[in-house]
């Protein structure tokens, strides 16, 4: 029924929710989908320390004030749990900035030589290969007669860094066209959110500040109604519990 008014324009009424997009999106998206799971940010092994220890390593070291959200202990692996709004905040704009630059410039040269070492043994079994069908010896396995297949793509990407930090400062000033690196770089992690922020521009104009109009709020009084005790009650009862206890606690906190 709307799109019947000649003033509803639904692709410029339309709110881009910005935690949503880039903190529970791209922020996301970056982390969990393009370093995590595709392990660039590896995990321990029983006897090697790898770059998320490294991490937890230097995220020790830091000291925050009290309205920086911490992270996890073992952010990154199953234990550490998915990350709330404010601590995707925080990892974006405080910790990776100073966390994820140092870590490849350690990790990435490791990268480089193993995937260089990969290239050499390739090449030396392909060329042996050939001397051998030249020769017209039979291999003692049939796979030895195709060619040698090509090792893995190097796990890092040598401008992800930099990237993260165009991304972390986008994310600063709102700055949505950034993004179209990310496109480059993770082309199979894009989403739809990669071109929503691109109208986060209009979005500002409209509404003003992303302050005004993001659902932090929303999601913290989520939060507060989640830690509520609802002994199982439905069908209308579940509310009035809700509605009981969080009059409850503001009656409390303004007595305080």
């Not at 830091?62 to 920086?68: A, C, G, L, P, Y």
């Not at 990350?83 to 990268?111: N, Q, R, T």
């Not at 001397?131 to 401008?159: L, S, T, W």
């Amino acid at each position: 029924e709307l799109a019947w008014l000649p003033y509803f324009n639904p692709v410029h009424m339309t709110i881009i929710d910005p935690m949503y997009c880039f903190l529970l999106g791209i922020i996301k998206t970056q982390w969990f989908n393009a370093w995590i799971q595709t392990n660039v940010l590896r995990q321990k092994t029983a006897k090697v320390d790898r770059e998320l220890d490294q991490i937890y390593d230097l995220l020790s070291t830091f000291e925050m004030t009290s309205w920086v959200a911490r992270l996890p202990d073992q952010v990154g692996y199953p234990a550490g749990g998915s990350l709330m709004s404010d601590e995707w905040k925080g990892l974006a704009l405080v910790f990776c900035p100073v966390v994820i630059p140092l870590i490849w410039e350690e990790w990435y040269p490791k990268h480089k030589v193993q995937h260089d070492k990969d290239i050499d043994k390739r090449d030396k079994r392909e060329r042996a290969r050939v001397r051998r069908v030249a020769a017209g010896r039979a291999a003692q396995n049939r796979k030895d007669d195709d060619p040698v297949a090509d090792p893995k793509e190097i796990m890092m990407h040598p401008d992800d860094a930099d990237n993260f930090l165009n991304l972390a400062a986008a994310l600063k000033i709102i700055l949505g066209r950034i993004t179209l690196t990310v496109t480059q770089i993770h082309p199979k992690q894009v989403k739809p959110l990669h071109h929503w922020v691109t109208h986060i521009f209009s979005q500002l104009q409209d509404y003003g500040p992303v302050y005004g109009f993001w659902t932090f709020l929303f999601e913290r009084l989520n939060k507060v109604l989640k830690s509520y005790s609802t002994n199982n009650h439905g069908d209308g009862e579940i509310e009035i519990s809700f509605f009981c206890a969080f009059s409850r606690d503001t009656e409390l906190r303004t007595m305080v």
